[in-house]
C-alpha cells in the first residue's frame, strides 16, 4: 500500500469521517460493517500527523494526563507536555484542563506499529502517548 503524505488537518478530517459513519442495510452484514469501520479507525489513528499545539493524551498504567505536544523534531519523534488542570472533582475524576503548560518536556517516538510510545521504552508496557484526544483521569485508587 502506498503511503499518501497528509497534513495534520486531513488526517484528523479522515478520523472523524470514519467517526460518524452510520450503519445502512444496504451495506449488507451489521457485523462486516463494523469489523471494517473498527480497522479503518485504527489505521486513521495510527496515521494521524501531529502538529505543535495539538492536545494529546499520556497513558500511564491506569492514568491518564492531558498534555500537547511543543516540537516536531522528525515525522516519528515528538515532545510533549504536561497541561496544568484543575481539580474539581477527585473522586468522580473531574479536571478542568488549562492551557498553561507545566514540566520538562517528554520525548516520544512513533513505532512500527503505528502508535506512539516514550523514547527508550518498549512499546508493551510502556507509557503511551495517544494524539487523537485529550483528557485527565487519575485513578483515585491508587
Known sequence: MKKINLTSEESFVIKEAIEK?????????????????????????????????LGCTICYYSDR????????????????RN??????DYYNSEYKILDELEGAPK??????????????QPYKDGVKLAIHYQHHYIDPGF
Open 65 to 80: 494526563r492531558a498534555a500537547t505536544i511543543t516540537e516536531i523534531i522528525s515525522p516519528c519523534k515528538i515532545a510533549v
Open 107 to 120: 520525548i516520544f517516538t512513533k513505532r512500527r506499529n503505528g502508535f506512539w510510545a516514550v523514547e527508550g
Open 21 to 53: 459513519e452510520q450503519y445502512s442495510e444496504e451495506i449488507g452484514s451489521y457485523w462486516e460493517w463494523k469489523e471494517d469501520k473498527e480497522r479503518r479507525y485504527i489505521q486513521a489513528v495510527k496515521d494521524l500527523v501531529p502538529r505543535v499545539g
Open 83 to 88: 497541561n496544568k488542570t484543575e481539580c474539581k
